[in-house]
């Protein structure tokens, strides 16, 4: 079913991420590689927000004309787990609808390149998105990307902020333009057809 809200309101899509280079190839900042790919489809380059912590991009996605979506590309400049004051004072400057914020993270819990897109829920551990829930509450978006589990006895908050192995980053481009394509389809289709799609 084609989304039935106001197609003039603007959406914010968050990548979670840490602020750096030495933390640019992280798994943890799966989210600021995918909002960086949506960037370039939009055709523009991050500005320094007025109102809070963030690097930000205005601009349209989708095709032209009438059927494409406002967008607030956003990529917060604090760390992960202080994501949530920045994300707020973003949603409060762009009068954004809570529904319409969209987290694109990291998720452990699901194997490696797998997407999967849902409304609210918990925080399963995740900082970023822990921080967000206490800023705003549960009911956005989440675009979740898989990264598997720590091999072994490895720490998670090791694993998470170690780049991706090399066997990952043979595919890593063709996830991260996956999870990108995720995003535009919840923003112009809808949740439940991007589920569909996507949800594999």
């Known amino acids: 079913m084609a989304m039935t809200t106001d197609e003039s309101a603007p959406w914010l899509v968050v990548g979670l991420g840490n602020p750096g280079p030495g933390y640019a190839a992280n798994r943890h900042n799966v989210g ?33 004309g009438p059927g494409s979506r406002r967008v607030v590309l956003a990529k917060p400049s604090s760390f992960m787990n202080l994501s949530g004051g920045p994300v707020s004072a973003l949603r409060d400057f762009y009068k954004v609808d809570k529904a319409h914020v969209v987290a694109v993270h990291d998720e452990l819990d699901i194997d490696y390149g797998t997407l999967r897109l849902k409304l609210g829920g918990g925080d399963n551990g995740h900082n970023g998105l822990k921080s967000m829930t206490k800023a705003m509450g549960p009911e956005y978006h989440r675009v979740r990307f898989g990264i598997g589990r720590p091999p072994g006895r490895m720490q998670v908050a090791d694993f998470v902020l170690k780049d991706f192995s090399s066997t990952e980053r043979k595919e890593l481009d063709y996830f991260v333009d996956r999870a990108a394509d995720a995003v535009e389809a919840l923003l112009l289709e809808g949740l439940e057809r991007a589920q569909s799609t996507y949800n594999s």
Not at 54 to 62: D, N
Request: net charge positive.
């Open 32 to 64: 600021f590689m995918v909002t960086d790919l949506l960037a370039g489809r939009m055709g523009g380059s991050y500005k320094r927000a007025q109102k809070a912590q963030a690097q930000v991009l205005e601009g349209r996605l989708g095709p032209m």
